[in-house]
């Protein structure tokens, strides 16, 4: 997609459109669980709201937002390896993460797998901003 900013030729990334698509997704998940939190005096969760917020919506925004202003960085092999490691351990992560938090401790294998998988998730993200990150 191309549209104009401020004169210049700017292409949008339909990568990022979709990374801050799902980011908001994590965003009101993690609203509701924080009103639900407040409501129920029940904190058991609170990891699980910082979590959802904080790597689902604000880092996974962040990743949408580079990725618009450097659309060539989102083409990459790192970024679409970026994606699916993020995309796929997120979900388990905040479903094991729950499951423990509420005392079911046999999901911690799960829990630890789905960590890492994040974690490498992050590393591509960190490779591909040092190398593919430069002027257009
Ligand atoms: C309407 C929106 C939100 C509501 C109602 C809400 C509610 C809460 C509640 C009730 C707690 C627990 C406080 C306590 O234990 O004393 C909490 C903790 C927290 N919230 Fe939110 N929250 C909201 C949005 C956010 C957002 C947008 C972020 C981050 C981007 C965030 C990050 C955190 C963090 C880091 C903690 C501390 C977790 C911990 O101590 O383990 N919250 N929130």
Known sequence: MQTTLQGREHSL?????????????Y????VVLGIAMGASEDF????????????????MAVAGLVYSVFPW????????????????ALPVMTISLTLLLVGKRAV???????????????????????LNLKKG
């Not at 990334?13 to 997704?25: D, Y």
């Not at 965003?27 to 993690?30: A, E, F, H, K, S």
Request: with cysteine.
């Open 108 to 130: 911690i294998p799960v829990l630890a797998v789905s960590e890492i998988v994040a974690t490498l998730g992050l590393v591509c993200f960190a490779l591909n901003i040092f």
């Open 13 to 25: 990334s339909p990568v990022g459109i979709l990374w801050l698509k799902l980011a908001v997704l």
């Open 27 to 30: 965003l009101i998940v993690g």
């Open 73 to 88: 960085a989102a083409s990459s092999r790192l970024a679409t390896l970026h994606f699916w490691l993020t995309n796929l």
């Open 44 to 59: 058991t969760l609170r990891p699980v709201h910082a979590h959802v917020n904080l790597l689902g919506w604000a880092t």
